[in-house]
């Protein structure tokens, strides 16, 4: 037990980025809390800890974590509303990238939403915060890197959410310029802003979600998992109304808001610290 708990404070308290990845987080971070985003007029000294000038009261920002590029749109088999051209093209992308091992689903579009196996688009995670309450006023941070369908799958949820952030807009060209094109290094940046959000939103699982949940759960911090299979059943109604739509979320999400999940045999430690991880009462 007290080495589980040594390996617990290495990952989650001993392990630290990089110093210029720490600059431009911590950067990042306080023009979201001040609302001092614009990148035209950003410090340009990269490695330098920016800390700009800052009036009032810190605001609160959320960070959505939103993996929706090809390979994972490819890699689900989910219909995305291209019909049979996008159809017909994402599995010929499937064929080029896995060669034949990841094969097209024997399931339905309909069972594969039923069952939670289609990622959330821009569009539908945007439907689902603004029915948990986050309106045109939250200060949101997008942690992204390529969207599938570009700008215009992502201006659904800027319509939404028009104080909508991500590296790029809050940072200038020059700060940007020992991590573009990195994708570590941008996930850094990305994981780093995560960490310090009032509140984290995952929409997408994998390496990135299991670290940060299992993170901010040591850290005791609010992060919201969307229910998949009853966001996929929603979103196949095609004539359920708003206010119906929006109590079925709430619903759907009240033990889905931070709440604690102890490990499981054989699940990992960095994504459930629970119990191994927390001190005894």
Same mark, same amino acid.
């Given at each position: 037990?007290?080495?589980?708990?040594?390996?617990?404070? &290495?990952?989650?308290?001993?392990?630290?980025?990089?110093?210029?990845?720490? *600059?431009?987080?911590?950067?990042?971070?306080?023009?979201?809390?001040?609302?001092?985003?614009? @990148?035209?007029?950003?410090?340009?000294?990269?490695?330098?800890?920016?800390?700009?000038?800052?009036?009032?009261?810190?605001?609160?920002?959320?960070?959505?974590?939103?993996?929706?590029?090809?390979?994972?749109?490819?890699? @689900?088999?989910?219909?995305?509303?291209?019909?049979? &051209?996008?159809?017909?093209?994402?599995?010929?992308?499937?064929?080029?990238?896995?060669?034949?091992?990841?094969?097209?689903?024997?399931?339905?579009?309909?069972?594969?939403?039923?069952?939670?196996?289609?990622?959330?688009?821009?569009?539908?995670?945007?439907?689902?915060?603004?029915?948990?309450?986050?309106?045109?006023?939250?200060?949101?941070?997008?942690?992204?890197?390529?969207?599938?369908?570009?700008?215009?799958?992502?201006?659904? #949820?800027?319509?939404?959410?028009?104080?909508?952030?991500?590296?790029?807009?809050?940072?200038?060209?020059?700060?940007?310029?020992?991590?573009?094109?990195?994708?570590?290094?941008?996930?850094?940046?990305?994981?780093?802003?995560?960490?310090?959000?009032?509140?984290? &939103?995952?929409?997408?699982?994998?390496?990135?979600?299991?670290?940060?949940?299992?993170?901010?759960?040591?850290?005791?911090?609010? +992060?919201?998992?969307?229910?998949?299979?009853?966001?996929?059943? #929603?979103?196949?109604?095609?004539?359920?109304?708003?206010?119906?739509?929006?109590?079925?979320?709430?619903?759907?999400?009240?033990?889905?808001?931070?709440?604690?999940? #102890?490990?499981?045999?054989?699940?990992?430690?960095?994504?459930?610290? *629970? +119990?191994?991880?927390?001190?005894?009462?």
């Amino acid at each position: 037990m007290e080495m589980q708990k040594l390996r617990c404070k &290495v990952n989650f308290q001993a392990l630290t980025f990089v110093p210029h990845i720490r *600059a431009l987080g911590e950067a990042l971070v306080n023009r979201l809390r001040y609302n001092s985003g614009d @990148s035209e007029t950003a410090e340009t000294n990269y490695i330098r800890r920016v800390t700009d000038s800052s009036n009032g009261q810190p605001g609160k920002f959320v960070v959505l974590h939103l993996r929706f590029d090809k390979d994972m749109a490819a890699h @689900s088999a989910c219909d995305f509303g291209g019909g049979k &051209v996008e159809k017909l093209a994402l599995a010929k992308y499937r064929q080029m990238i896995w060669q034949g091992r990841v094969l097209n689903s024997q399931f339905t579009d309909e069972e594969l939403r039923s069952q939670g196996r289609c990622p959330l688009t821009p569009e539908e995670i945007g439907l689902l915060l603004a029915a948990m309450g986050f309106d045109k006023n939250t200060h949101l941070y997008l942690a992204s890197h390529k969207v599938y369908g570009g700008e215009a799958r992502i201006s659904a #949820l800027r319509k939404l959410f028009p104080l909508m952030e991500d590296k790029k807009s809050l940072s200038s060209f020059e700060e940007l310029s020992e991590i573009r094109g990195k994708a570590s290094l941008l996930a850094a940046v990305d994981y780093y802003v995560s960490m310090q959000s009032d509140i984290f &939103v995952s929409a997408s699982p994998g390496n990135m979600h299991n670290a940060l949940v299992g993170h901010r759960t040591y850290e005791n911090m609010k +992060t919201i998992r969307p229910n998949m299979p009853l966001l996929g059943q #929603l979103f196949l109604n095609k004539t359920i109304d708003w206010s119906d739509f929006r109590e079925a979320v709430i619903e759907g999400h009240k033990d889905r808001q931070g709440q604690m999940r #102890l490990r499981k045999p054989k699940k990992s430690i960095y994504t459930y610290p *629970a +119990t191994d991880c927390m001190c005894g009462a």
